[in-house]
């Protein structure tokens, strides 16, 4: 597509459901981000997918989040058993080249665990 | 490990006033450097770039210098307008494990009145 989409815009969740955020990245674009970015506050790196590399995870808060990109192309981000703290707006960047052309984001996901 | 370093803000500025925003970074290679810009209730977007020691960024009347000389790449912008308040972030992306990542700085409020 034209942009970087992730679905759905906005969740909304009991505590201790389960979630699943979606990137659908820009068609070509090897490297993929995610990020939180809680009320207020700057991005707070979560996972990097480059390829067909073994993802840096480092960014993970704890073991109730995963993720995984399916055929370098679409990218699911789960939290397990949400809490309170996990509300925020996630966001997803892709890119080709980033040291050349930075990267494109989408328009996030606002995540309120209530 | 990489770093960038910017003003926390918020900044408030008179329209038509000058706009610096300071931004500095650590990195063990040679990165590229970045400044993104975050309108209310919107993702992210590239607004300027720089991939090399003296290239300048421009873009929408911002400004900025990659110097290699002092670490910097400060955002400047002449005459800054309402439609200016936004939250900007710096981010570097240097090569690291053998791919590109990227790092943010904090984000910098600015608000722009009439």
């Known amino acids: 597509g034209a942009g970087v989409s992730q679905s759905p815009s906005n969740k909304v969740t009991e505590k201790g459901k389960d979630v699943e955020l979606r990137c659908d990245p820009i068609?070509?674009?090897?490297?993929l981000y995610w990020y939180r970015q809680s009320l207020g506050q700057g991005l707070e790196f979560l996972i990097y997918?480059?390829?067909?590399?073994?993802?840096?995870k480092s960014g993970l808060p704890s073991d109730r989040f995963s993720a995984e990109r399916t055929g370098g192309s679409v990218s699911t981000l789960t939290i397990q058993r949400t809490q309170q703290e996990d509300s925020a707006v996630y966001l997803c960047?892709?890119?080709?080249?980033?040291?050349?052309?930075?990267?494109?984001f989408g328009s996030g996901t606002r995540l309120t665990v209530v | 490990g990489n770093s960038v370093t910017q003003m926390e803000g918020p900044v408030t500025l008179s329209e038509e006033a000058f706009l610096t925003i300071n931004c500095t970074y650590t990195?063990?290679?040679?990165?590229?450097l970045f400044w993104y810009v975050q309108y209310p209730g919107e993702g992210l977007q590239l607004l300027l770039k720089?991939?090399?020691?003296?290239d300048k960024g421009s873009n929408k009347g911002f400004e900025a210098t990659y110097r290699k000389e002092t670490t910097s790449f400060h955002l400047e912008k002449g005459s800054v307008q309402v439609s200016d308040s936004a939250v900007y972030f710096c981010?570097?992306?240097?090569?690291?494990?053998?791919?590109?990542?990227?790092?943010f700085g904090i984000g910098t409020k600015l608000q722009v009145i009439p």
């Open positions: 960047a892709s890119s080709s080249r980033p040291e050349a052309y930075g990267y494109t």
């Open positions: 068609s070509g674009h090897t490297a």
């Open positions: 997918f480059q390829g067909n590399s073994a993802p840096d």
């Open positions: 990195a063990t290679g040679y990165p590229s």
């Open positions: 720089a991939t090399k020691a003296d």
């Open positions: 981010a570097l992306s240097d090569r690291s494990g053998g791919y590109q990542k990227v790092t």
